[in-house]
């Protein structure tokens, strides 16, 4: 099996963005020096929104499906690791399959019934179902309801110690970097060619014979099962699980995220997290600095950048170089 299923223009703009940000996050706890700094905790949240944003990007850029409600498999996969902790379960792999297993079930059930639909009534639904588990989660008083869950102590994955802030960030940096290759070979794919052709045209993608529904449900279980890994990542590296991980709100980020880098683009999603999460850190101190009596109203610098990316480049950040995926 090859290990590119094209060939790969290595001299591409989009192509020579994508390695310097990889080599970047590669190299940076080095760089961080220390283990605890701030910035290998930040640049670890970083990668964790990025994983789930690959996940949500896999339908909505590929298959065109607005899921509002995505964020609610990143509280699942949180709260597979909060749980079990409580009652004394700290196996890593345990804490995965849980996960999982949950979102499994879940995308399974949401994906049959929103994917009856499309358009508005797709949002309204996968947006109803992740109101229905935040709402479930506040109600579990037993584990912190709307207070949230803390959790004493990180998975154990045995030969893998993640308790260490760097060998966290490159647990994540490995995860992204396998749901980017997985991403790009089921795109590339028989799979993905239909989900993208049903994405530009359901009703011809059916009329040639292409199950159409059964293509979009699995695409759809696929990215809750990633985005549900992200919450476990989510939960070590604050040890903490909350209701709030499964807002809308989130839900929302995510969505800008995969627009900001470049919608329908492999890497787009970790270049709109960077992007993003950098701002969201940045502008807070940069307006403290230049005007201190605005130092509230750094938002609306973020919303300018984001406006402005939308009027001008139509395709994402990412998504507007030339070349590569």
Same mark, same amino acid.
């Given at each position: 099996? *090859?290990?590119?299923?094209?060939?790969? &223009?290595? @001299?591409?703009?989009?192509?020579? $963005?994508?390695?310097?940000?990889?080599?970047?996050?590669?190299?940076?706890?080095?760089?961080?020096?220390?283990?605890? #700094?701030?910035?290998? *905790?930040? =640049?670890? @949240?970083?990668l964790i929104y990025a994983l789930a944003a690959i996940g949500l990007n896999f339908i909505l850029g590929?298959?065109?499906? /607005?899921?509002f409600g995505h964020a609610m498999y990143v509280m699942l996969g949180a709260y597979a690791v909060g749980i079990p902790v409580q009652h004394g379960i700290t196996s890593g792999y345990l804490h995965v399959a849980i996960a999982l297993a949950s979102a499994l079930l879940v995308s399974a059930?949401?994906?049959?019934?929103?994917? @009856?639909? #499309?358009?508005? !009534?797709?949002?309204?639904?996968t947006l109803a179902f992740a109101q229905m588990l935040f709402f479930g989660a506040v109600s579990l008083k037993e584990y912190g309801g709307d207070d949230g869950l803390t959790i004493a102590t990180r998975s154990d994955?045995?030969?893998?110690?993640?308790?260490n802030a760097t060998a966290l960030y490159y647990f994540a940096f490995v995860a992204v970097l396998l749901a980017l290759y997985l991403s790009w070979r089921a795109v590339l794919s028989p799979f993905g060619l239909v989900l993208r052709g049903s994405k530009a045209n359901a009703r011809r993608a059916a009329a040639l014979g292409h199950p159409v529904?059964?293509?979009?449900? /699995?695409? +759809?279980?696929?990215? !809750?099962?990633?985005?549900? $890994?992200a919450g476990v990542l989510l939960a070590n590296l604050?040890?903490? =699980?909350?209701? #709030? +991980?499964? =807002?809308?709100?989130? #839900?929302?980020?995510?969505? $800008?995220i995969v627009i900001l880098g470049g919608i329908g683009t492999v890497f787009g999603p970790v270049v709109g997290a960077v992007l993003l999460?950098?701002?969201e850190e940045s502008l807070p101190m940069l $307006? &403290?600095?230049?005007?201190?009596? +605005?130092k509230s109203n750094w938002m609306l610098l973020l919303g300018l950048f984001i406006f402005l990316v939308a009027l001008l480049l139509k395709r994402g950040v990412f998504g507007s170089l030339r070349g590569g995926k």
């Open positions: 099996m *090859k290990l590119f299923p094209v060939a790969v &223009e290595w @001299r591409a703009p989009r192509t020579l $963005v994508a390695i310097v940000l990889v080599v970047g996050l590669f190299l940076l706890p080095l760089l961080a020096g220390d283990d605890n #700094s701030f910035y290998v *905790k930040f =640049a670890t @949240r970083v590929f298959g065109g499906l /607005v899921s059930l949401v994906g049959a019934v929103a994917l @009856r639909t #499309s358009g508005i !009534a797709f949002i309204m639904i994955f045995a030969f893998f110690d993640i308790t529904f059964r293509y979009q449900w /699995v695409a +759809y279980v696929l990215s !809750a099962i990633v985005c549900a $890994v604050t040890q903490f =699980a909350s209701p #709030s +991980y499964g =807002a809308w709100t989130l #839900s929302g980020e995510l969505i $800008v999460l950098a701002l $307006v &403290e600095a230049t005007l201190p009596d +605005y």
